[in-house]
């Protein structure tokens, strides 16, 4: 199974700062058809996930652009500019490139 | 719009099968993929499986002796049972749709607790 390695586990950031989230795959996440399935998550404390990033650099519907994706291959990021208090919860990266599925350990972004 | 709802019982006891069922609203099952991912309380998300719009089936292989997913379309209902439950299967079980036939999961249910204890 491909494994994601999310790093930081945690992130300690002051209001209006920047956040980056590195997720590392064990294998190259580029499928065969030439996309790269690879996607970020935000869940808040008591909710289910929700999506924040899809197919590495697109940001999904109703989402500000203060969250940002960029990578390639094996080696992904994720910034969150400007941090916001709605934004504090626990990211996930989630590959969905081969089988099965797999998702980050996670990193919690917390108030300074 | 699109809606999905988890329900099931709180309560197994070890051994047993868990029976869950996934109720969607706002799409056809016929043309949409359900999966169901699953979060031990305090730790991260784990993909258990899913039924595509064909009614095929695809299963993490760590599961797949235990797992099953079926539906019933007319009654917009996808259904999650696994057997010789254990207590480290104590989770939140979500069941989620990708978004407009696309690879990746847009809409989730607020999921259901399952807590395996004699």
């Known amino acids: 199974d491909v494994v994601l390695t999310q790093t930081p586990v945690s992130l300690l950031i002051s209001l209006g700062g920047q956040a980056s989230i590195s997720c590392r795959s064990s294998q190259s996440l580029v499928h065969s058809n030439g996309n790269t399935y690879l996607h970020w998550y935000l869940q808040k404390p008591g909710q289910s996930p929700q999506l924040l990033i899809y197919q590495v650099s697109n940001r999904f519907s109703g989402i500000p652009d203060r969250f940002s994706g960029s990578g390639s291959g094996t080696d992904f990021t994720l910034k969150i500019s400007r941090v916001e208090p709605e934004d504090l919860g626990v990211y996930y990266c989630?590959?969905?490139?081969?089988?099965?599925?797999?998702f980050g350990a996670g990193t919690k972004l917390e108030l300074k | 719009q699109v809606q999905l709802k988890e329900s099931g019982p709180g309560l197994v006891q070890p051994s047993q099968t868990l029976s869950l069922t996934c109720t969607v609203s706002g799409f056809s099952l016929t043309s949409n993929s359900v999966h169901w991912v699953r979060q031990p309380p305090g730790k991260g998300l784990e993909w258990m499986g899913g039924?595509?719009?064909?009614?095929?089936?695809d299963y993490n292989s760590a599961l797949k002796s235990r797992l099953s997913i079926s539906r019933d379309t007319s009654k917009s209902q996808v259904f999650l049972k696994m057997n010789s439950l254990q207590t480290d299967d104590t989770a939140i079980y979500f069941c989620?749709?990708?978004?407009?036939?696309?690879?990746?999961?847009?809409?989730w249910g607020q999921g259901t607790l399952v807590t395996v204890s004699s």
């Open positions: 039924i595509w719009g064909d009614g095929s089936t």
């Open positions: 989620t749709k990708p978004y407009s036939g696309f690879n990746w999961f847009a809409y």
């Open positions: 989630l590959q969905r490139t081969h089988n099965p599925d797999t």
